[in-house]
């Protein structure tokens, strides 16, 4: 059976792999992982786990988190687009609440500037209402 920590290791090597190859003939390299949320939400730890697995297999020598919250990540998704294009030690850990606030907020960024390479976590949702209501199911 696939645990939680097995999977998330197996996952942060491919994505490691994809980068950083070639450096594995030198120093482990350094990770700049984007978080375009506030800290100590789900994308927050999401990525703090993908961090802590990669050092702790050695596949990075170091990291940095960098979170930029506000409007369901599209106040960061720009940021990540514009600051970070180009460089090959960076990714940007987000979920699908981004798809909704791009549309809501009507920003000038979009998904089209990313390239998805992994899909980590699923998402549920649900509807509910007050305890009180007179709706039951």
């Known amino acids: ?54 050092r702790s297999e050695k596949l990075i020598s170091g990291s940095q988190i960098t979170n930029v919250g506000g409007a369901g990540g599209t106040v960061g998704l720009p940021q990540f687009v514009n600051q970070w294009k180009g460089k090959g030690n960076s990714l940007m850990v987000a979920g699908m609440v981004m798809v909704g606030a791009i ?7 979009n998904l089209t500037e990313v390239t998805p390479i992994a899909r980590l976590t699923g998402e549920f949702e649900a509807l509910v209402v007050p305890a009180a209501s007179p709706f039951k199911t």
Request: proline content about 7%.
């Open 1 to 54: 059976m696939l645990n939680r920590r097995r999977f998330l290791t197996s996952t942060a090597a491919g994505i490691a792999a994809l980068h950083f190859t070639p450096a594995f003939a030198q120093d482990a390299p350094q990770l700049q992982i984007f978080v375009p949320a506030a800290p100590g939400g789900g994308w927050d730890q999401t990525a703090r786990t993908i961090d802590q697995v990669l």
């Open 103 to 109: 549309i809501a907020n009507k920003s000038a960024n």
